[in-house]
């Protein structure tokens, strides 16, 4: 055991030794951090982890000057799920937070690229915030859609980019400029909120849209406006506050009232419309306004349509056409009723014969009240089932039991024509039977009918009369003291009357004149009236609103036969 230890002694005594000049050395030597760059090693874990950002690639790595982040240079590749980003070099912290710094280029598949100069990510927000330098922009490129702006921020966690300081988006159809902007690439739809401008595209073509909000859709190329929005082309305006416009068709459903002006200056409003910008038509539902500045006239109603291209429309449901002569509100303002009122344009193509032009093309303008006509301005009112009016003749034919009515005096027959002047009649025609009748007093009525009468009138009032055929009179002349006290009966082939201030001034009859001449105390009651007449004072429209008023009694006269017809 002895020996034992005496043959340990040099061991022990040479490892004493070695550690004495080893701790000698430990004192003298300074330890050095080695910062020599090193290629990073990639992991080989599943590169479709959720919120997960790999480093895939950089020629150098080194450490950050705190524990939380990583410095890699040169050829940088990142990866977060299908998403990658290349950039000159970053930082890359702990927390999967990325800042990316030259030639930054984030792609998607083959389909989705964004190129910035610099990029902020955030591993707990999934926010990529990218930056362009001074003059410069960061672009977004999806297919066919190219967003540019100065600061623009993607959401990963939801795959949506948007920008808060300005920014464009186009296609092959649009160009979109805005303040705040949104863009899906997977929706492929765009929000553009203050200050939004649409700008077509397309050759020749003249729209502009100008909203403060807009969904619009890359796909389809339909905008959706929920603001008041102004649509500009050359074909004419649109305002809205609440609906879609097709840029591809130039379609438009629009609500919450809209207005369409057309080139002509024509303007259709209605609680619903839908235009077609290519056809130049308009369809409006509910409480429908089509107004003809041109042409002093206004159409309403509960639905109807316009056609700009052919100048027609149509008016159904509640329509009323109202024709003024200074404006709308004027006392001359004439208010027209009926079933459905329609407008449209004739055009009469050029005639040559020989190569030599005979007649040149022309246009005339119709408009046609049919059925259950009624009408009302303050000095004339009047009914019939059918109205047409000639714009180019200044022509206003009144159909099928046409009555009209000026303060007390009442007429009416099978067809009245009247030619207008301003807005006021200056000749009247009933070719086929008329009758005309006077309110004197009580049950006293000037009653005058003929086969065929014409009238002419200046400062509407009546000038001159003539009536020719089967003429039949009854007329009570007024006595020096204004009292009424004899009736005449006259019967005659012709008869010519000439008024001043509304009475009659003189009267001619001639061939055959029969009458005579009763006191009204004598004067038995089948006197008092000529075998066709009739009052029709309670179907008389009272106001504007009474034209609206189809009674019964109306109906039925205008399903009798004409009125030459009875006995």
Known sequence: ????????????????????????????????????????????ASRMVADKVFLERADELRK????????????VLFRRAGMYMYCDSALFFETDSVEAFGNIRMEQGDTLFVYADQLVYGGNTRLATLY?????????????????????????????????????????QNRLTSWYGEYSPSTKEAVFQDQVHLHSLRPNDTLDIYTDEMLYSTLTHVATLDTTSTIISGDGTIYTSYGTYNTENQQADL????????????????????????????????????????????????????????????????????????NEEAEDTLY??????RTYQVITPAQFENDSLVAAADSTHYMVAAPHVRFFRVDLQGLCDSMTLVQRDSMMYLDKHPVVWSDNRQIFGNEIQVHLQDSTADWARLPRFGFMAELIEDEFYNQLTGKEMYATFADRSIRTLDVSGNVQA???????????????????????????DQQLQRMKMWNETNGTMTPLYLARKNLYYLPRFRWFEPLRPKDPDDVFNISKEMLDLMAEPDFDSRP
């Open 1 to 44: 055991m002895r020996r034992d230890c005496m043959r340990l002694l040099p061991l022990a005594a040479a490892v004493i030794v070695a550690l004495a000049s080893l701790g000698t050395g430990w004192g003298r030597t300074t330890l050095r951090r080695d910062r020599t760059p090193i290629r990073p090693q990639v992991p080989g």
């Open 64 to 75: 950050g000057r705190t524990d939380d982040y990583q410095v890699v240079v040169g050829n």
């Open 132 to 172: 362009a330098d001074a003059g410069k922009v960061v672009k977004l490129i999806n297919r066919d859609v190219t967003l540019t702006t100065e600061i623009f921020n993607y959401d990963m966690g939801i795959e949506l980019g948007y920008y808060e300081v300005g920014g464009t988006l186009w296609d092959k």
């Open 255 to 326: 609500f919450s009232r809209s207005l369409v002006k057309a080139r002509n200056g024509n303007t259709l409003t209605g609680d619903t419309l839908f235009y077609d910008r290519e056809r130049g038509f308009g369809r409006a539902i509910g409480n429908i306004e089509l107004r003809d500045s041109a042409n002093r006239a206004i159409l309403t109603g509960d639905e109807g349509f316009y056609y700009e291209l052919r100048d027609s429309a149509r008016v159904w449901g509640r329509a009323l056409a109202r024709q003024y002569s200074a």
């Open 336 to 341: 027209l009723h009926a079933d459905t009122i």
């Open 474 to 500: 009854i007329y009570l002349p007024m006595e020096n003291d204004s009292t009424y006290n004899k009736i005449a009966n006259i019967e005659s082939s012709f008869l010519s009357a000439e008024f001043a």
